[in-house]
């Protein structure tokens, strides 16, 4: 009912499932009476990201070249979530292969703010955050490469979790850049947050990189009491470039903190001013060798128009795949190129290390990182597109994270203008019981 309502105006729904929902919800309703055993999100509903594989349901990473691709088996997360009997509604819609901060580079439809409806809900992952704000599904998840959930949660006033790089699988996640990419949980609350990470996470032999750690029960962390923690506020997070009201938004909230018996200082990220091309070269690159797969016969797309094999390639890749993400595959081959593989690639592997020990560095004394999630509330619909830099810049302050490989939630904390701001608090590696212990006491 609530999806007849909003959803023409906030269109964050590439696909409906209602079928198949509607069938899952009355087999689960039988059970009620039957058994006790419930799953832990027992008729939970949920919408998916549409770069998460779902078996039979369109997968299409909001991409031309991907318009038909049902896929024949699911990610691990979804078998999960299956677990957890939960009920998926549909495929939420997201920048065109997860590449982009605003949802303007999906290839079907613009998504807008439940806020306010000439502005973006961020990205990539626009469709997971609006849905959860507009009250259309109760839970979403998402993918963060470089602060595609943490943004758009930020924009649309929701709670979104980037999980330690290998706690969630990434087996059945169309690979963007795969040593960056999770998938994540987008939620009202703090508390709902961790139960639908408590679902997803934990290690998987498909994932070459998942991690064979044990899932604690993120929920029994949330007491509310977070005395003596050590805040650790990276000048650089507060510094120039930075919204004057989002500056502010973030001392309200480390008052707050103090009042529950925190304290915080400055610190510093010397490293994260070169966080953004350390990144756009790694992510490409590895979007640039991913993305090859793309090619007219494996999957999808096949022009109609070429005569010979290799014009198959060129025109199926040419008329299927969107600016940016040409964009980002020529970026990543001149990055691989011979030559270049030093200067470029190698060089920002390099940095990538050093930002990470930046990091590592500070949690030697501290036990969190608290700044804004985002410069900007969100901007309007069409404003940054003109130029890729600008749109670049909104995930100056996420993009660190995702390189360290540390866990990052953005919780709402204020409003400017009417739109919503988003804090974002940073943990150690697998350290997300406190995350969300201080998210909590927080909210
Ligand atoms: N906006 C960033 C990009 O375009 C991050 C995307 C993401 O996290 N998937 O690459």
């Known amino acids: 009912k609530r999806i007849n309502e909003v959803?023409?105006?906030?269109?964050?729904?590439?696909?409906?499932?209602?079928?198949?929902?509607?069938?899952?919800?009355k087999a689960l309703d039988e059970k009620i009476g039957q058994t006790?055993?419930?799953?832990?999100?027992?008729?939970?509903?949920?919408?998916?990201?549409?770069?998460?594989?779902?078996?039979?349901?369109?997968?299409?990473?909001?991409?031309?070249?991907?318009?038909?691709?049902?896929?024949?088996?699911?990610?691990?997360?979804m078998g999960k979530l299956h677990q957890a009997e939960t009920v998926t509604i549909g495929k939420l819609n997201m920048d065109?292969?997860?590449?982009?901060?605003?949802?303007?580079?999906?290839?079907?439809?613009?998504?807008?703010?439940?806020?306010?409806?000439?502005?973006?809900?961020?990205?990539?992952?626009?469709?997971?955050?609006?849905?959860v704000a507009a009250g259309e599904v109760l839970f979403s998840l998402g993918s963060d490469t470089g602060g595609s959930i943490r943004q758009p949660a930020s924009f649309c006033g929701v709670v979104g979790?980037?999980?330690?790089?290998?706690?969630?699988?990434?087996?059945?996640?169309?690979?963007?850049?795969?040593?960056?990419?999770?998938?994540g949980p987008v939620t009202r609350t703090v508390e709902d947050n961790a139960y639908l990470l408590k679902a997803i996470a934990g290690h998987d032999e498909m994932d070459s990189t998942s991690a064979?750690?044990?899932?604690?029960?993120?929920?029994?962390?949330?007491t509310g009491d977070i005395k003596g923690l050590k805040i650790a506020v990276p000048?650089?997070?507060?510094?120039?470039?930075?919204?004057?009201?989002?500056?502010?938004?973030?001392?309200?909230?480390?008052?707050?903190?103090?009042?529950?018996?925190?304290?915080?200082?400055?610190?510093?990220?010397?490293?994260?001013?070169?966080?953004?091309?350390?990144?756009?070269?790694?992510?490409?690159?590895?979007?640039?060798?991913?993305?090859?797969?793309f090619d007219g016969v494996r999957y999808g797309y096949r022009t109609p128009d070429a005569q010979n094999l290799l014009?198959?390639?060129?025109?199926?890749?040419?008329?299927g795949f969107g600016d940016e993400v040409k964009r980002r595959i020529m970026l990543g081959t001149f990055a691989l190129s011979s030559g270049y593989y030093d200067a470029y690639y190698k060089k920002a592997q390099k940095v990538r290390t050093l930002i990470k020990k930046d990091f590592e560095d500070i949690f030697q004394k501290y036990d969190v990182i608290i700044g804004p999630t985002t410069p900007t509330p969100a901007f309007k619909i069409g404003e940054n597109l003109a130029d890729p830099m600008t749109m670049y810049v909104n995930d100056i302050l996420t993009i660190p994270v995702n390189l360290a490989g540390v866990p990052g939630i953005s919780v709402p904390c204020g409003f400017a203008d009417g739109l919503p701001l988003g804090l974002q608090i940073i943990g150690k590696h697998f350290d997300e019981s406190l995350v969300y212990k201080v998210a909590h006491a927080f909210e």
């Open 311 to 319: 014009d198959m390639y060129k025109m199926t890749r040419e008329q």
């Open 36 to 77: 006790d055993e419930k799953g832990l999100l027992f008729g939970m509903p949920i919408g998916i990201k549409d770069n998460i594989v779902t078996k039979n349901l369109r997968t299409t990473c909001a991409s031309k070249i991907l318009e038909n691709f049902d896929p024949i088996y699911d990610a691990t997360v």
């Open 7 to 25: 959803e023409g105006k906030v269109q964050a729904f590439l696909a409906l499932d209602e079928e198949n929902a509607r069938a899952k919800a």
């Open 96 to 131: 065109e292969f997860a590449m982009g901060s605003s949802t303007e580079n999906s290839g079907f439809k613009d998504t807008r703010n439940p806020w306010n409806l000439d502005r973006v809900p961020g990205g990539s992952s626009g469709g997971s955050a609006a849905s």
């Open 235 to 293: 000048q650089e997070y507060i510094g120039e470039g930075v919204n004057e009201e989002v500056k502010q938004s973030v001392l309200d909230a480390l008052k707050v903190l103090e009042k529950l018996g925190a304290t915080w200082e400055e610190v510093s990220l010397p490293h994260s001013k070169y966080a953004l091309s350390t990144y756009y070269l790694l992510s490409s690159s590895e979007a640039s060798a991913n993305l090859s797969r």
């Open 212 to 222: 064979n750690v044990a899932v604690p029960d993120y929920v029994k962390a949330l």
């Open 161 to 183: 979790m980037k999980p330690t790089y290998g706690l969630v699988s990434r087996f059945g996640l169309v690979a963007f850049a795969s040593s960056l990419d999770q998938i």
